[in-house]
């Protein structure tokens, strides 16, 4: 691997630019660390000459939120005849937009918090309380709002008191257009890394999670010392299993491939319900899946010049 050349993406113009910038900074020095040639490019408007002309080995993409989850830089780079790390296009899709990837595992009797998903125009045309009433008639209280795409739980909000429903379902439309809303589930919440292997999918220990202001919002995730984490999570046998076995079902359910994160809470009666699957985890000081790796006993640059070689094979 020492004479490959490989680019890591990262960067773009989502609202997890920042954190994009700082996961390609990471991984770049994981890889280097491992004898690999890194070159790191921002998604600008230089973008594709730089691929045409340069041409890596292959391409990592650390980009978060937007064209770096939703399937159009995988397009891209499909068309270009690229290899590269991560989910196909089509893939990509299914796990962005949260309603289909729910809908899909729970049709394959996986469980997940029961949910509505409403366009901004319905409470426009049809008058807002009128609609938030019916949302919480429907799902009860508390509630999770979310963007029903994006990352890094960017306009996600915990709703206990009705009250704060219309304050909290304008924060979260700045995000996106669509809202997906969710039936809040009290219990641990955890994350599992799934890596190809040889043998296939396979999960990384379970990171649990437990953020001191309650809910795992943007300034949990990436700012030190505000959430508490265990890697491996403590949980008994069965419940690791269990969760790992939810990871490895939602990777191939969704078709996806090299690596994935699946985001779940466990109940206090030992129920597992999905949340969302994540295409292109964070690689920060304080993101997830570094974590799982640590706990497997392994490297970052390791794990991902192992995903590299596979891409490459596979082209």
Same mark, same amino acid.
């Given at each position: 691997?020492?004479?490959r050349?490989?680019?890591?993406l990262?960067?773009?113009l989502?609202? @997890?630019?920042?954190?994009?910038l700082?996961s390609?900074?990471? #991984?770049?020095?994981?890889?280097r660390a491992?004898?690999?040639t890194?070159?790191?490019w921002d998604?600008?408007g230089?973008?594709?000459?730089?691929?045409?002309?340069?041409?890596?080995?292959?391409?990592?993409?650390?980009?978060h939120?937007?064209?770096g989850?939703?399937?159009?830089?995988q397009?891209?780079? =499909?068309?270009?005849?690229? $290899?590269f790390?991560?989910a196909?296009? %089509?893939?990509?899709?299914?796990?962005?937009?949260?309603?289909?990837?729910?809908a =899909?595992?729970?049709?394959?009797?996986?469980?997940?918090?029961?949910w509505?998903?409403?366009?901004?125009s319905?409470?426009?045309?049809?008058?807002?309380?009128?609609?938030?009433?019916?949302?919480?008639a429907? *799902?009860?209280?508390? *509630?999770?709002?979310?963007?029903?795409?994006?990352g890094?739980? #960017?306009?996600?909000?915990? /709703?206990?008191?009705?009250?704060?429903? $219309?304050a909290?379902?304008?924060?979260?439309?700045?995000?996106?257009?669509?809202?997906?809303?969710?039936?809040?589930? =009290?219990?641990? @919440?955890?994350?599992?890394?799934?890596?190809?292997?040889? %043998?296939? $999918?396979?999960?990384?220990?379970?990171?649990?999670?437990?953020?001191?202001?309650?809910?795992?919002?943007?300034?949990?995730?990436?700012?030190?010392?505000?959430?508490?984490?265990?890697? $491996?999570?403590?949980l008994?046998?069965?419940?690791?299993?269990?969760? &790992?076995? #939810? &990871?490895?079902? &939602?990777h191939?359910?969704?078709?996806?491939?090299? /690596?994935?994160?699946?985001?779940?809470?466990?109940?206090p009666t030992?129920?597992i %319900?999905?949340?969302?699957?994540?295409v292109?985890?964070?690689?920060?000081?304080?993101?997830?899946?570094p974590?799982?790796t640590e706990?497997?006993?392994?490297?970052?640059?390791?794990?991902?010049a =192992?995903?590299?070689d596979?891409a490459?094979?596979?082209?």
């Amino acid at each position: 691997m020492s004479d490959r050349t490989v680019a890591v993406l990262s960067g773009g113009l989502s609202h @997890e630019r920042d954190v994009s910038l700082r996961s390609g900074r990471r #991984l770049s020095t994981a890889l280097r660390a491992v004898g690999l040639t890194v070159d790191e490019w921002d998604t600008d408007g230089t973008l594709l000459t730089k691929l045409s002309t340069q041409k890596p080995d292959a391409v990592v993409i650390a980009l978060h939120g937007g064209e770096g989850e939703n399937g159009s830089i995988q397009t891209v780079l =499909e068309m270009l005849g690229l $290899p590269f790390v991560g989910a196909d296009s %089509h893939a990509c899709r299914r796990a962005w937009d949260k309603p289909t990837a729910k809908a =899909e595992l729970s049709r394959s009797g996986l469980l997940t918090p029961d949910w509505v998903v409403l366009p901004h125009s319905t409470f426009r045309e049809l008058g807002a309380q009128a609609v938030l009433d019916a949302m919480v008639a429907r *799902l009860g209280l508390p *509630l999770m709002l979310k963007p029903d795409q994006g990352g890094s739980a #960017l306009g996600a909000q915990v /709703v206990r008191d009705a009250a704060d429903l $219309p304050a909290a379902m304008v924060g979260c439309l700045a995000y996106g257009d669509t809202v997906l809303a969710e039936q809040f589930i =009290e219990g641990t @919440e955890v994350a599992v890394t799934v890596i190809d292997g040889a %043998h296939g $999918p396979e999960a990384l220990p379970a990171v649990e999670i437990i953020p001191e202001g309650g809910v795992y919002d943007y300034t949990s995730r990436y700012t030190a010392g505000l959430t508490n984490f265990h890697a $491996p999570a403590r949980l008994t046998p069965a419940a690791a299993q269990g969760v &790992a076995d #939810l &990871a490895v079902s &939602a990777h191939r359910l969704l078709g996806l491939r090299d /690596v994935s994160r699946t985001d779940a809470v466990i109940t206090p009666t030992g129920d597992i %319900h999905f949340l969302e699957v994540n295409v292109s985890p964070g690689l920060t000081e304080t993101s997830l899946l570094p974590m799982a790796t640590e706990a497997a006993g392994k490297s970052l640059g390791e794990i991902y010049a =192992e995903l590299i070689d596979r891409a490459l094979t596979r082209s």
